[in-house]
T-cell receptor, first 113, second 111 residues
Framework: AQSVTQLDSQVPVFEEAPVELRCNYSSSVSVYLFWYVQYPNQGLQLLLKYLSGSTLVKGINGFEAEFNKSQTSFHLRKPSVHISDTAEYFC???????????FGTGTRLKVLA | DVKVTQSSRYLVKRTGEKVFLECVQDMDHENMFWYRQDPGLGLRLIYFSYDVKMKEKGDIPEGYSVSREKKERFSLILESASTNQTSMYLCASQGQAWEQYFGPGTRLTVT
């Protein structure tokens, strides 16, 4: 069965430092990959997505992610974080051409002053 | 911009009550979804709908039903609320490029 693993439940990082949030998935078929952000007491907002093409995907708020098919990973990175990036981040995967997403359990990013 | 609205941000209900959660999207999307979000478990799919009056069970449909009489509106129904249904409920609609757009969520407490 398809699954998504976000190994880090919490990541503390100082302001202006780089950050990487890890996401690994298991699937034997072609996939679409997504990262979403959830600010406190809000719904999820799309950060970026990979459907096909270039494996380096740029998203909103300075985030980017790289699709690595051989390692079945889609890690999210930002070179310099801000206090306002404090939120929960969810990785999601769907088999190409299907409606259904499988979400990871989320990584809570806390940016420290 | 796509807008997905949910009828309530916070709701408190008693055990055994029938509960309706409503979701409306304004982008003429065919696919709509209901998830519940619990700490440490991420988002789990309850039901989704791919057209008016069409629905499919997700991963955790037990204790829930849905209704989609109009394209823009997708309702989640708890026939007889129980305390283990206390959770955050998120509605989403899906665009042409596979991305999902989420509402702000309804935090339901069942006492």
């Amino acid at each position: 069965a398809q699954s998504v693993t976000q190994l880090d439940s919490q990541v503390p990082v100082f302001e202006e430092a780089p950050v990487e949030l890890r996401c690994n998935y298991s699937s034997s078929v072609s996939v679409y990959l997504f990262w979403y952000v959830q600010y406190p007491n809000q719904g999820l907002q799309l950060l970026l997505k990979y459907l096909s093409g270039s494996t380096l995907v740029k998203g909103i708020n300075g985030f980017e992610a790289e699709f690595n098919k051989s390692q079945t990973s889609f890690h999210l990175r930002k070179p310099s974080v801000h206090i306002s990036d404090t939120a929960e981040y969810f990785c999601a995967v769907s088999n190409s051409g299907t409606y259904k997403y499988i979400f990871g359990t989320g990584t809570r990013l806390k940016v420290l002053a | 911009d796509v807008k997905v609205t949910q009828s309530s941000r916070y709701l408190v209900k008693r055990t055994g009550e029938k509960v309706f959660l409503e979701c409306v999207q304004d982008m003429d999307h065919e696919n709509m979804f209901w998830y519940r979000q619990d700490p440490g478990l991420g988002l789990r799919l309850i039901y989704f709908s791919y057209d008016v009056k069409m629905k499919e069970k997700g991963d955790i449909p037990e204790g829930y039903s849905v209704s989609r009489e109009k394209k823009e509106r997708f309702s989640l129904i708890l026939e007889s609320a129980s305390t283990n249904q206390t959770s955050m409920y998120l509605c989403a609609s899906q665009g042409q490029a596979w991305e999902q757009y989420f509402g702000p969520g309804t935090r339901l407490t069942v006492t």
